[in-house]
């Protein structure tokens, strides 16, 4: 079997849809009936990581559109589409690879497909796919509650690699940089930009006035939301106690999450949020939201605290729990989410599709 992977970022790419993309690849590849996983990316931002093996990534699909289609018709005419895999890594991308297969493999990650599509060719398109495998429970609940699909549903949650990660001593020239010196610190990781409100960041800093003076809260991460968030922040009578990184070095991510004392991200519109597993792995106990893909996580509550970010009381009381725990350590649970148990789930997937076809 060959498989064509057509997505918007994987290798080179940057932020959680990227990663994921590049662990699906990689776990694609490594099945033993999986001869080339053949990746047509629609962007490369960055420095490409190690392509695994059995992976042919076409960099010249990256140039524009119009070498993304030509990539795409070449990829059409050496693929038996009746034996071998198409992905449709991204909903929005669904009418141009229905122009190459009719019957694409859709998965699907958060918010993008918790609503109707823009596009409607897209919204009709949907419901002839091969199969839709999902980041979480909740965002395959909410597209099949807008969409009618009816078709073979996968879930394929983020995976970590702990290895890369684990408990650090705070970086002293961190804690300098950013005056932190003293502090118990929360947190929050992620884009601060205009579109993505839900995060969370609002939600802590509203509650940060009523948590004792030596808490400062760290947003890690860049966009086109912080001026806002610095007023608000100046406006409750707490810009002393809120630090912002702006972007920061990939190589920096470990010791930023060792900053934290508790990781806390009461968000509304998250598909999973890979974050948590990240500051898990580092040994910071973590918040999370119950409404949205976040509780699956954490397991439901099983490796961390689940809260209503609606509610001020419920967030002020389990950042006050989460500091009050005792030294970090890695939840033993967090094996589910193991690169291994990855792999697994995605050959299973492959194997289930194969009997199916």
Do not use: Q, W
């Given at each position: 079997m060959r498989i064509l992977h057509v997505g918007t970022d994987s290798f080179g790419g940057y932020g959680g849809i990227a990663l994921y993309n590049r662990e699906l690849i990689s776990a694609m590849a490594s099945h033993p009936s999986v001869d080339e996983v053949v990746v047509v990316p629609r962007i490369i931002v960055?420095?490409?990581?190690?392509?695994?093996?059995?992976?042919?990534?076409?960099?010249?699909?990256?140039?524009?559109?119009?070498?993304?289609?030509?990539?795409?018709?070449?990829?059409?005419?050496?693929?038996?589409?009746?034996?071998?895999?198409?992905?449709?890594?991204?909903?929005?991308?669904?009418?141009i690879v229905r122009m190459i297969a009719k019957r694409p493999l859709l998965m699907i990650y958060g918010i993008e497909a918790w609503k109707p599509l823009r596009d409607p060719l897209s919204n009709r398109l949907l419901r002839n796919v091969r199969g839709v495998v999902s980041i979480s429970d909740v965002t395959l609940d909410r597209f099949n509650g807008w969409s009618r699909y009816d078709g073979p549903s996968l879930l394929l949650p983020n995976s970590i690699r702990a290895e890369w990660y684990g408990i650090r001593p705070k970086n002293r020239n961190l804690v300098a940089r950013y005056g932190l010196e003293g502090k118990r610190v929360l947190m929050t990781l992620g884009r601060v930009v205009a579109a993505e409100r839900y995060k969370g960041f609002d939600e802590v800093l509203e509650v940060l006035p009523d948590l004792d003076g030596d808490i400062s809260y760290l947003i890690a991460g860049g966009g086109n939301d912080i001026p806002r968030l610095k007023r608000k922040a100046d406006t409750l009578g707490v810009s002393d106690r809120v630090v912002f990184t702006g972007l920061f070095p990939e190589e920096e991510k470990t010791d930023l999450y060792n900053l934290a004392?508790?990781?806390?991200?009461?968000?509304?519109?998250?598909?999973f949020g890979f974050v948590f597993l990240e500051a898990m792995a580092c040994g910071v106990p973590v918040i999370a939201s119950r409404l949205d893909g976040g509780r699956e996580a954490v397991r439901q509550g099983q490796l961390g605290r689940l809260v209503d970010p609606t509610n001020r009381m419920e967030i002020r009381m389990a950042i006050r729990d989460a500091l009050d725990a005792g030294p970090k350590r890695i939840p033993e649970?967090?094996?589910?989410?193991?690169?291994?148990?990855f792999e697994r789930r995605t050959h299973a997937i492959i194997d289930a599709l194969a009997a199916n076809a």
């Open positions: 960055g420095a490409l990581e190690p392509i695994p093996e059995k992976v042919t990534f076409v960099t010249t699909a990256a140039r524009g559109m119009l070498a993304y289609l030509n990539a795409l018709r070449d990829a059409r005419e050496s693929f038996d589409l009746g034996r071998d895999l198409i992905v449709c890594a991204h909903v929005n991308l669904l009418p004392d508790v990781y806390v991200m009461p968000s509304r519109g998250e598909g649970g967090l094996g589910y989410f193991s690169y291994a148990e």
